[in-house]
């Protein structure tokens, strides 16, 4: 079998410019073609996984089927590529050092000095081409967090330059991302901050082969030139990346300054087919030609940050394009949800999504956004604490047990109706700890989740601690909150339903992780399916006054 080959993206000039979406179009072109690809992403900071970051440093944090806490980058290779993502494809220098420190304090080393160079760097190495070990992926693509120059990203630098040595031109490249900006008092497109990003990484001893140039104007012949003259690359290997309308965009637009062909040129690798991309550009078209539009409000405490919620604002694009429907999002804050503010901030909504988060601040505002849902039967989705706060909110009002709580948020409430699993309770580090990864789930007969799924077990990705309290299960469902989810193995309850409401469900997992362009998720697709139902009612009524 053929030799995996190896991609780098590294990123100079500024942060944000996008480097895991240029990574994932690339991944998306070579896929269409037919070649096996997946990415994997090198983060530089010291936590061993972005499990222990608060959403406000790093925006959201991934979770794949293993279990394993990611980068949110993880979230765009898996909706573009359709193909799970492990822990394997995300390494941070926390996670090295700790290996490097594990092998040395067995010895391993024996009695040599441990250094950065070689023992990081071939750490480094190793975690990259574990991917490549088995020959499952032809291709794969490693994005180096961070921007050259930066002192921790100096070990990473070093490992792809001696990788590139050590496996040759025509299997490995290097792909180099930067800012091209335009300064209008000049009317201008300037050059030199990629010339000078360039060379830095030539100080590490990488030329680039290819550039990938972020503008928010289109690149002239002439800058063309230049950048390929002062950067080394051949012109054709000059990528302009213009500002997008939508992520989904990127790949279509790599495609036509033909990132995919010079890719494949470098790496000696057969250009014979065109990409095929008929079901990409199938939910574009669905995407862009919208037949209806909902409004649906995001209740969360983190929604001054976009990327908190990443997964979930993609998987309501999927689903919006499923139903051919525009679903405007309306990021509300909890903290300033209280009875006054209530009926102004959600009673104009199609849908209430309450969304996952983990600790006291915002969680009353969660409360009553739940009650007003289900009180005026507004279509309900409840995400992790969302559907803890939905158990939380029935106990208090429907069951009448005052003081009911989470004991997250109250340890000594009367009315644990969301608890610690016992398991949970012993243990001290928070690292990797909580329920994490694919779960099974079996669905009950008759309910929302089992015609939405179509399916009588499913699995889901989970991220908590805290669980839906058995105790409580009979009061409950006697009232009328039905658990229609349940784990097969240890009887935890994973989704609740109103059935008295149209459409209320809660669920303990969280679905948004595995929402995918070629395979939107059942229940964002029904939910949207719900509001745009919900919203005709609305307009039929206010008709009909
Ligand atoms: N804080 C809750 C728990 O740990 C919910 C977590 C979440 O929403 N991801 O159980």
């Given at each position: 079998m053929a030799e995996t080959k190896y991609i780098f993206v590294t990123g100079g000039?500024?942060?944000?410019?996008?480097k895991g979406i240029i990574a994932a179009s690339l991944a998306k072109l070579l896929q269409a073609r037919g070649y096996k690809t997946t990415i994997q992403k090198l983060d530089?900071?010291?936590?061993?996984?972005?499990?222990?970051?608060?959403?406000?440093?790093?925006g959201e944090c991934y979770v794949t089927e293993d279990g394993a806490e990611t980068d949110l980058d993880l979230g765009h290779y898996e909706r573009f590529l359709n193909v799970n993502t492990s822990q394997a494809n995300n390494v941070t220098t926390g996670r090295i050092y700790q290996s490097v420190i594990e092998k040395e304090r067995r010895g391993e080393f024996l009695g040599k000095t441990v250094q950065v160079v070689p023992h990081i760097t071939n750490e480094i190495k190793e975690r990259i081409q574990l991917l490549g070990k088995n020959h499952e992926y032809d291709i794969v693509i490693t994005e180096i967090g961070g921007t050259v120059g930066d002192i921790e990203s100096l070990p990473y630098i070093e490992a792809v330059r001696q990788l590139k040595w050590e496996l040759g031109d025509d299997n490995a490249l290097v792909i180099h991302l930067t800012l091209v900006p335009f300064l209008s008092a000049a009317g201008e497109l300037k050059t030199k901050p990629t010339q000078h990003s360039v060379k830095t990484l030539m100080e590490s001893g990488i030329k680039a082969d290819i550039l990938v140039c972020r503008t928010e104007h289109e690149l002239s012949d002439d800058i063309r030139r230049k950048l390929a003259l002062f950067c080394n690359v051949?012109?054709?290997?000059?990528i302009q990346s213009i500002d997008a309308s939508?992520?989904?965009d990127v790949p279509n637009m790599m495609l036509e300054e033909g990132l995919d062909t010079v890719t494949l040129k470098k790496l000696a690798l057969p250009d014979d087919s065109s990409p095929n991309l008929t079901q990409w550009n199938e939910f574009l078209k669905r995407h862009k030609n919208p037949k209806h539009e909902v409004t649906i409000g995001l209740i969360?405490?983190?929604?001054?940050?976009?990327?908190?919620y990443k997964s979930i604002l993609e998987a309501f694009i999927h689903a919006g394009a499923a139903n051919e429907v525009k679903v405007n999002i309306e990021s509300i804050?909890?903290?300033?949800?209280n009875d006054t503010t209530i009926k102004n901030k959600i009673?104009?909504?199609?849908g209430v999504l309450v969304a996952p988060g983990f600790g006291e601040r915002g969680v009353e505002g969660k409360i009553d956004a739940v009650r007003f849902a289900r009180e005026q039967k507004i279509p309900f989705l409840g995400i992790c604490l969302g559907m803890q706060m939905a158990v939380i909110e029935f106990a208090r009002?429907?069951?009448?047990?005052?003081?009911?709580?989470?004991t997250e948020m109250d340890?000594?409430?009367?009315?644990?109706v969301i608890d610690l699993m016992e398991e949970q309770?012993?243990?001290?580090?928070?690292?990797?700890?909580?329920?994490?990864g694919s779960w099974k789930c079996e669905l009950k007969e008759g309910s929302i989740a089992e015609e939405v799924y179509g399916n009588k077990t499913i699995s889901e990705r989970h991220r908590h601690r805290y669980e839906y309290n058995n105790k409580y299960a009979e009061q409950l469902e006697s009232q009328g909150?039905?658990?229609?989810?349940?784990?097969?193995?240890?009887?935890?309850?994973e989704i609740v339903e109103?059935?008295?409401?149209?459409w209320f469900v809660g669920v303990q997992?969280?679905?948004?992780?595995?929402?995918?362009?070629a395979s939107p998720h059942p229940l964002f697709v029904a939910f949207v399916k719900a509001a745009k139902e919900y919203s005709k009612q609305q307009k039929n009524a206010t008709l009909a006054q």
């Open positions: 000039v500024s942060s944000s410019l996008g530089p900071y010291i936590n061993v996984d972005p499990g222990t970051l608060n959403p406000y440093e790093h051949k012109q054709e290997a000059v939508t992520i989904y969360g405490k983190y929604v001054e940050l976009q990327d908190s804050h909890s903290e300033f949800i009673s104009h909504l199609d009002n429907v069951l009448k047990l005052k003081n009911a709580n989470s340890a000594s409430t009367p009315h644990p309770k012993e243990i001290t580090h928070l690292g990797g700890t909580m329920r994490l909150m039905l658990s229609t989810g349940i784990n097969p193995d240890t009887k935890l309850v109103v059935p008295e409401h149209p997992y969280h679905p948004e992780y595995k929402s995918t362009v």
